[in-house]
């Protein structure tokens, strides 16, 4: 049996959108609760943004291209 942590991750790469929606409503909902400024939600939920992008890397999934010239669809249109 995997550890809980293991799941989790597989959960976060397998469905990225319920991911980002989910921590956003967190996000906001913990911001009103303890009165936080909207730069700091927004700096927060940048900071989640980046951590999903290098924690689908490591685990082989990523769907931003490797070089910022590639464009893997247009090679099979051309």
Do not use: Q, T
């Amino acid at each position: 049996m995997r550890g809980l942590p293991r799941r989790f991750s597989d959960w976060v790469v397998v469905h990225p959108v319920w991911w980002s929606v989910g921590s956003g409503v967190v996000l906001v909902l913990l911001g009103f609760a303890l009165n936080l400024a909207p730069i700091v939600v927004i700096a927060a939920g940048a900071a989640i943004g980046v951590l999903n992008i290098l924690h689908a890397k490591r685990r082989g999934y990523c769907p931003l291209p490797a070089e910022p010239d590639s464009h893997p669809g247009r090679a099979e249109a051309e």
